[in-house]
Protein backbone atom coordinates (compact mmCIF):
# COMPACT_ATOMS: atom_id res chain seq x y z
CA UNK A 1 0.00 0.00 0.00
CA UNK A 2 1.31 3.17 -0.86
CA UNK A 3 -0.23 6.92 -0.10
CA UNK A 4 0.91 9.89 -1.35
CA UNK A 5 0.04 12.87 0.32
CA UNK A 6 0.62 16.46 -1.36
CA UNK A 7 -0.53 20.12 -1.70
CA UNK A 8 0.75 21.25 2.40
CA UNK A 9 2.30 24.69 2.27
CA UNK A 10 2.70 28.15 4.06
CA UNK A 11 -0.22 30.42 3.67
CA UNK A 12 -1.82 33.66 5.58
CA UNK A 13 -4.40 32.88 8.39
CA UNK A 14 -7.51 33.08 6.46
CA UNK A 15 -6.19 31.33 2.93
CA UNK A 16 -6.95 27.97 1.49
CA UNK A 17 -5.15 24.87 0.51
CA UNK A 18 -6.34 21.78 -0.98
CA UNK A 19 -4.61 18.28 0.03
CA UNK A 20 -4.44 15.63 -2.24
CA UNK A 21 -3.90 12.08 -1.46
CA UNK A 22 -3.02 9.23 -4.23
CA UNK A 23 -3.60 5.72 -3.16
CA UNK A 24 -1.58 2.65 -4.94
CA UNK A 25 -2.21 -1.14 -3.78
CA UNK A 26 -5.18 -0.88 -2.70
CA UNK A 27 -8.97 -1.53 -4.02
CA UNK A 28 -8.91 1.86 -3.52
CA UNK A 29 -13.09 2.05 -3.80
CA UNK A 30 -13.84 -0.07 -1.05
CA UNK A 31 -11.85 1.87 1.49
CA UNK A 32 -12.57 4.95 3.97
CA UNK A 33 -10.40 7.46 3.47
CA UNK A 34 -9.37 9.72 6.25
CA UNK A 35 -7.18 13.18 6.77
CA UNK A 36 -5.78 13.36 10.27
CA UNK A 37 -3.26 15.73 11.51
CA UNK A 38 -0.47 16.06 14.48
CA UNK A 39 0.66 19.19 15.99
CA UNK A 40 3.86 19.03 17.42
CA UNK A 41 3.02 17.81 20.97
CA UNK A 42 -0.06 16.57 20.15
CA UNK A 43 -2.11 13.59 19.60
CA UNK A 44 -2.66 12.75 16.08
CA UNK A 45 -6.43 13.21 15.32
CA UNK A 46 -8.93 12.91 12.61
CA UNK A 47 -9.87 16.22 10.58
CA UNK A 48 -11.84 14.27 8.27
CA UNK A 49 -12.92 10.52 7.08
CA UNK A 50 -15.21 9.51 3.91
CA UNK A 51 -16.51 6.20 3.61
CA UNK A 52 -16.85 4.27 0.63
CA UNK A 53 -20.26 4.97 0.37
CA UNK A 54 -19.29 8.42 0.55
CA UNK A 55 -20.41 8.92 4.53
CA UNK A 56 -18.45 11.95 5.94
CA UNK A 57 -17.64 13.14 9.28
CA UNK A 58 -15.35 16.27 10.29
CA UNK A 59 -13.63 17.48 13.59
CA UNK A 60 -15.59 19.98 15.19
CA UNK A 61 -12.89 22.30 14.73
CA UNK A 62 -13.10 22.17 10.88
CA UNK A 63 -17.11 21.96 10.58
CA UNK A 64 -17.85 24.54 8.03
CA UNK A 65 -14.32 25.12 6.51
CA UNK A 66 -12.67 22.17 5.43
CA UNK A 67 -14.29 19.83 2.68
CA UNK A 68 -13.77 16.19 2.14
CA UNK A 69 -14.11 14.16 -1.24
CA UNK A 70 -12.69 11.26 -3.01
CA UNK A 71 -12.22 10.14 -6.72
CA UNK A 72 -12.44 6.85 -6.70
CA UNK A 73 -11.63 6.83 -10.71
CA UNK A 74 -8.20 8.20 -10.21
CA UNK A 75 -7.56 6.93 -6.37
CA UNK A 76 -7.14 9.74 -5.12
CA UNK A 77 -8.99 11.87 -1.70
CA UNK A 78 -8.89 15.63 -1.31
CA UNK A 79 -8.59 17.79 1.37
CA UNK A 80 -9.98 21.13 0.61
CA UNK A 81 -9.40 23.67 3.42
CA UNK A 82 -10.64 27.73 3.60
CA UNK A 83 -10.32 30.10 6.31
CA UNK A 84 -7.31 28.20 7.34
CA UNK A 85 -6.35 29.49 11.23
CA UNK A 86 -3.07 29.43 12.92
CA UNK A 87 -4.40 26.44 15.01
CA UNK A 88 -4.82 24.21 11.81
CA UNK A 89 -0.95 23.85 11.70
CA UNK A 90 -0.05 20.54 11.65
CA UNK A 91 1.79 17.64 9.54
CA UNK A 92 -1.33 16.21 7.64
CA UNK A 93 -1.89 12.45 7.06
CA UNK A 94 -3.73 10.42 4.84
CA UNK A 95 -5.15 7.12 6.14
CA UNK A 96 -6.86 4.36 3.97
CA UNK A 97 -8.76 1.62 5.91
CA UNK A 98 -7.64 0.96 9.64
CA UNK A 99 -3.95 1.37 9.85
CA UNK A 100 -2.57 2.15 6.52
CA UNK A 101 -0.65 5.48 6.51
CA UNK A 102 0.67 7.52 4.17
CA UNK A 103 3.32 10.15 4.73
CA UNK A 104 2.30 13.51 5.92
CA UNK A 105 2.70 16.85 4.39
CA UNK A 106 3.38 20.05 6.57
CA UNK A 107 1.03 22.89 7.13
CA UNK A 108 1.32 25.81 7.87
CA UNK A 109 -0.76 29.03 8.81
CA UNK A 110 0.98 32.09 9.74
CA UNK A 111 -1.67 35.08 11.95
Known amino acids: VQLQASGGGLVQAGGSLRLTCVAR????????MGWYRQAPGQQRELVAQ???????DYADSVKGRFTISRDNAYRKVHLQMNSLKPEDTAVYYC??????WGKGTQVTVSS
Open 95 to 100: KAGANN
Open 25 to 32: GINFKIYT
Open 50 to 56: ISSGGSI
